[in-house]
């Protein structure tokens, strides 16, 4: 089995400067919508794009309250991880 250090060089991860963790931005879509138009919260200037997509590592070392939540709501709901 692949340690994290080994799955963050292959993948070419970076740190996540916000969430903890290591990333990589593997698609965005080419649409976006101007941030006017998104629901409150969210900045009101620029455009946002209509999709992307990432690669995502937590390791032992790393902590995210943000992806710690998710997995908690996901619990509650019964959503699942489809691997």
Do not use: K
Not at 23 to 39: N, Q, V
Not at 51 to 57: A, E, F, P, V
């Amino acid at each position: 089995m692949p340690t994290a250090q080994q799955i963050i060089e292959a993948l070419r991860l970076q740190p996540h400067p916000i969430e903890g963790g290591y990333f990589r931005e593997t698609y965005r879509a080419f649409g976006s919508i101007p941030a006017s138009l998104l629901p409150p919260g969210y900045p009101r200037e620029g455009t946002r794009s209509l999709g992307t997509s990432i690669y995502y590592l937590l390791t032992p070392e790393t902590f995210s309250e943000t992806w710690l939540l998710a997995w908690l709501l996901g619990s509650a709901l019964g959503v699942r991880p489809s691997y």
